[in-house]
């Protein structure tokens, strides 16, 4: 129900822009976020809107990263600006915790050089 895209390979400083493409309504409506996973760690919370646009972000992204939603089309972006390599990682979305409201998606991969 949620296919998400956008990821690659970037040099650090560099810029990609994921999409979050979800099947069912309720996407458009309920709070969602996106996180990542890097190898060997445990999942977390990047960023996160509300249906009325309120945004939160990990300090770790503030100022750098930028999540919105296009309610017609279903789809959720995160913006990444001033890639680090720390940000590497498979990016994920979905539902705001602590309850996911979709399965998880296959996610997409962002790969950040130094």
């Known amino acids: 129900q949620l296919v998400e895209s956008g990821g690659g390979w970037v040099q650090a400083g560099g810029s990609l822009r994921l999409s979050c493409a979800a099947s069912v309504s309720a996407a458009s409506i309920v709070p969602m976020a996106w996180y990542r996973q890097a190898p060997g760690k445990q999942r977390e919370l990047v960023a996160s809107?509300?249906?009325?646009?309120?945004?939160d972000y990990a300090d770790s992204v503030k100022g750098r990263f930028t999540i919105s939603r296009d309610s017609a089309k279903k789809t959720v972006y995160l913006h990444m600006n001033s890639l680090k390599p720390e940000d590497t990682a498979a990016y994920y979305c979905?539902?705001?915790?602590?309850?996911?409201?979709?399965?998880w998606g296959q996610g997409t991969q962002v790969t950040v050089s130094s």
């Open positions: 809107i509300e249906g009325i646009g309120n945004t």
């Open positions: 979905n539902s705001r915790g602590p309850t996911y409201v979709f399965p």
